[in-house]
């Protein structure tokens, strides 16, 4: 059984925070069962993008939305975010601001 993505976000954003890092929720979907982008903010204005898509192997794994997991400007992430919640408005959007961003991704 899988947990609900509301309870998923909501690990995310207590381990960031337990850790004294940025963790917000820019947008809330479907409790049970929305879908996840993960934004990674860095320091300089730019994010990378990731979702959550099923392996060939079996099970979920994390993947950016661009090659190499390369950053984008914000306003890049921004407007893909929009576009995506106006064709899935169950998605779910949060934003980190970690250090330890694999760590996170394991557990999600």
């Not at 959007?93 to 330890?100: G, R």
Request: hydrophobic fraction near 40%.
């Amino acid at each position: 059984m899988s947990l609900a993505t509301h309870m998923r976000v909501s690990a995310a954003l207590q381990f960031c925070q337990h850790r004294g890092e940025g963790a917000y929720v820019l947008r809330r979907g479907d409790r049970t069962a929305g879908a996840i982008l993960l934004r990674h903010s860095h320091r300089d204005g730019t994010s990378t993008l990731y979702l959550r898509r099923y392996a060939m192997e079996g099970g979920m794994v994390w993947e950016a939305t661009t090659p190499d997991a390369a950053p984008l400007p914000d306003a890049e992430v921004d407007a893909y975010i929009e576009k995506r919640a106006k064709t899935d408005p169950d998605i779910w959007a949060i934003e980190l601001e970690t250090t330890d961003l694999p760590a996170i991704l394991e557990f999600l």
